[in-house]
């Protein structure tokens, strides 16, 4: 994990510095296998994308969530990650901050939809005058986990957006 997170660190640095083909053809060698990177955007515009035969995986503005996930997302987020293999997919969608509580909500009434058994917490954490909500699903089986929370703006540095991360074993 920790050399993908270094590749994708790098391969943003580079497109950033305008070496698209460089850092995808340097991505594909340190991923090793039979991967294929397409890096495409600049400035806050970047999206990674990662094919190979284990899966796929979309970091940036232009991700999308995989087809293969059957958990609702409400409209109106921005997908910010994606990924999907054989065994599961799921993704991050960054919203405003003030529809944290419709978000909960949202979640609240697909988890009853759903039915089965689900594990839930709920968690409030400050520091320095700024709060962080936290509210977690998780079913029977571990089949869909959900986590809604307040999340940083990458504009502001503050706490003012409002994070969902989903993932789904298949």
Do not use: K
């Amino acid at each position: 994990m920790r050399r993908f997170v270094l590749i994708i660190g790098f391969a943003l640095l580079a497109a950033a510095c305008g070496g698209e083909q460089i850092s995808e053809q340097l991505a594909e060698q340190a991923i090793g296998g039979n991967a294929d990177v397409q890096i495409s955007g600049d400035g806050d515009e970047v999206t990674i994308n990662i094919e190979s035969d284990e899966g796929s995986i979309s970091i940036g503005s232009g991700a999308t969530l995989p087809d293969s996930l059957t958990i609702s997302v409400p409209d109106g987020g921005d997908v910010i990650s994606s990924f999907s293999d054989a065994n599961s997919a799921g993704g991050g969608i960054t919203y405003p901050g003030d529809r944290h509580e419709e978000l909960v909500g949202f979640y609240e009434s697909w988890t009853a939809g759903i039915g089965g058994e689900w594990q839930t917490s709920t968690s409030t954490f400050e520091l320095d005058g700024q709060t962080q909500r936290t509210n977690q699903w998780s079913n029977e089986g571990n089949q869909y986990f959900i986590l809604v929370s307040d999340c940083i703006d990458i504009g502001t540095g503050e706490f003012t957006s409002a994070c969902v991360t989903i993932n789904e074993n298949l």
